[in-house]
């Protein structure tokens, strides 16, 4: 099992560009979930799927951001444009199901800077 | 509003000694923690879990404790060894299901 896949590793753009962020959860997994990691608050759920329906994307910080779930296997995460202080580790996660005690799986991450 | 919060952003022990992380919360409705560990350019990973209707999980070297009418869990790691250097996140799932982190604590293990 090569557990969750994200593309790119790491990510460097200008400001105003737009990027987007790829995960492959793991197969079998029927919930997914997006975060981004940043010093000041640690690890902040942005959005999550289940069954490639959004349940709930309170935590997308603005319309700059956007997620797709086209299918079981591939989720995308895109900014555009984007602005430096969207800087952050971006982790995809997987789960078989949302809810208690359902470990959730993480990817290696994204490493997103924008100058 | 941070609902589960890790107030110490580090901890530095000594090999074989015991390593205390801490976690308080303020949402009385959460009842499923979970704490999660993470070395640097890696995901998170998940390390051991415990629900309300317990006060303690333990597995192996790490036992969870849960306090309820404190709002407050603890990860022991005892005896701490240097690989258990990374950075430990606490979390709570909400009611909805989702995932409430904490800002992380980073430990480091001196040999």
């Known amino acids: 099992d090569a557990g969750v896949i994200q593309s790119p590793r790491h990510e460097v753009t200008e400001m105003g560009q737009e990027v987007t962020l790829r995960c492959k959860p793991i197969?079998?997994?029927?919930?997914l979930f997006w975060y981004r990691q940043t010093m000041m608050r640690g690890l902040e759920l942005l959005i999550y799927?289940?069954?490639?329906?959004?349940?709930?994307d309170s935590g997308m910080p603005e319309d700059r951001f956007s997620a797709k779930m086209p299918n079981a296997s591939f989720s995308t995460l895109k900014i555009q444009p984007s602005e430096p202080r969207d800087s952050a580790v971006y982790f995809c996660?997987?789960?078989?199901?949302?809810?208690?005690?359902?470990?959730?799986?993480f990817g290696p991450g994204t490493r997103l800077t924008v100058l | 509003d941070q609902q589960v919060k890790q107030n110490s952003p580090s901890l530095s022990v000594q090999e074989g000694r015991i390593s205390i992380l801490n976690c308080d919360y303020t949402?009385?409705?959460?009842?499923?923690f979970l704490w999660y560990k993470k070395y640097p350019a890696e995901g998170p990973t998940f390390l051991i879990s415990?629900?309300?209707?317990?006060d303690k999980n333990e597995d192996g070297r790490f036992t969870v404790f849960l306090n309820k009418s404190a709002k407050h869990l603890s990860l022991h790691i005892v005896p701490s060894q240097p690989g258990d250097s990374a950075v430990y996140f606490c979390?709570?799932?909400?009611?909805?299901?989702?995932?409430?982190f904490g800002q992380g604590t980073t430990l480091q293990v001196k040999p």
């Open positions: 996660a997987s789960s078989v199901q949302s809810g208690e005690g359902n470990e959730q799986f």
């Open positions: 197969s079998g997994h029927n919930s």
């Open positions: 799927f289940n069954n490639n329906v959004p349940i709930d």
């Open positions: 949402n009385s409705m959460f009842d499923y």
């Open positions: 415990i629900s309300s209707i317990k």
């Open positions: 979390a709570a799932i909400s009611n909805t299901g989702k995932l409430i």
